[in-house]
């Protein structure tokens, strides 16, 4: 199926790699190294040399923290948005948020996805998509509330649970006017799970490729693949690459990413072995 992102189409034999640029003081990952916004900026510029089609802005660290509310969010991103749009016009514009009113803001600026990362907490985000002509990612959190972490959280089956409740979800936005080819679903690697139910959905991600919906992973130095190999944040790449190559070969369609050159050759090389990409070259044996 072809994905309409906004105003940017591709086609179902092209992976895409979403890169994640955070205006955020306290993030898991890079520490704040892009909360100032001419660094934010860098980073844009740096992941799209690198290949990204998509970058995804966030104002909000998933984690506990500091509240910040929807005008500290609007502040932090929407003018950002307006600055990579006039800077990248061939650029797939994302802004994780999970607030309607946020994405109002950065659709108007010229956003092209809103990635909800917590499960429809805001029922009225798929309404600003099909307002915008916006594509949304529909995740799968188990309910639990924006930034908390998940305490003794328990499914019966959380495969059968992530199918059930981002397809909910997708038709919930398609009945909302969203096109049906910008509607992604996201099993949400961590959130509202433990390590064994990451590692479950990792294990059995065809069976929610197989529902026809595109498939979005965000694995990218996760807790699941920290605590698997005992690894803190800054030495978990070769185990996200791991993960990477088993959803790769499952059919996963956008990888959120923060090291984007060393998940697309993961990605591309695990795709061509699956038969969906062709060698870039191929003489050996034939010149």
């Not at 909910?168 to 959130?191: K, Q, T």
């Given at each position: 199926m072809t994905l309409r992102l906004g105003r940017h189409s591709f086609a179902d034999d092209r992976p895409l790699m979403m890169a994640i640029v955070n205006r955020t003081p306290d993030s898991f990952f890079d520490k704040g190294a892009t909360w100032a916004e001419d660094s934010a900026f860098d980073r844009v510029a740096q992941v799209v040399d690198e290949g990204a089609e998509i970058v995804d802005i966030g104002g909000i660290k998933a984690a506990p923290g500091v509240v910040v509310d929807d005008e500290e969010e609007k502040r932090r991103v929407v003018s950002f948005v307006a600055r990579v749009r006039a800077a990248y016009p061939g650029l797939v514009i994302s802004v994780d948020t999970w607030r309607a009113s946020v994405g109002r803001a950065v659709c108007a600026e010229g956003a092209?996805?809103?990635?909800?990362?917590?499960?429809?907490?805001?029922?009225?985000?798929?309404?600003?998509?099909?307002?915008?002509?916006?594509?949304?990612?529909?995740?799968?959190?188990?309910?639990?509330?924006?930034?908390?972490?998940?305490?003794?959280?328990?499914?019966?089956?959380?495969?059968?649970?992530?199918?059930?409740?981002?397809?909910?979800?997708?038709?919930?936005?398609?009945?909302?006017?969203?096109?049906?080819?910008?509607?992604?679903?996201?099993?949400?690697?961590?959130?509202?799970?433990?390590?064994?139910?990451?590692?479950?959905?990792?294990?059995?991600?065809?069976?929610?490729t197989a529902t026809g919906w595109p498939v979005l992973v965000s694995l990218s130095n996760k807790d699941f693949v920290g605590e698997t190999l005992d690894k803190p944040v800054g030495e978990r790449l070769l185990g996200t690459l791991a993960a990477t190559t088993v959803c790769a070969l499952a059919g996963a369609r956008i990888y959120r990413v923060h090291q984007v050159p060393e998940t697309r050759q993961v990605v591309d090389m695990t795709w061509t072995i699956a038969g969906r990409r062709p060698p870039a070259r191929a003489i050996r044996g034939l010149a």
């Open positions: 092209d996805v809103l990635n909800d990362a917590w499960g429809g907490a805001d029922p009225g985000l798929v309404d600003v998509a099909a307002e915008f002509g916006a594509a949304i990612i529909c995740t799968h959190t188990g309910g639990v509330t924006p930034r908390t972490r998940p305490h003794r959280i328990a499914y019966d089956d959380v495969v059968a649970s992530a199918i059930a409740d981002t397809t909910a979800y997708a038709e919930r936005a398609l009945a909302a006017g969203v096109d049906r080819e910008s509607i992604v679903i996201d099993p949400a690697h961590d959130f509202g799970k433990n390590t064994f139910h990451s590692l479950e959905i990792t294990r059995r991600l065809d069976e929610m």
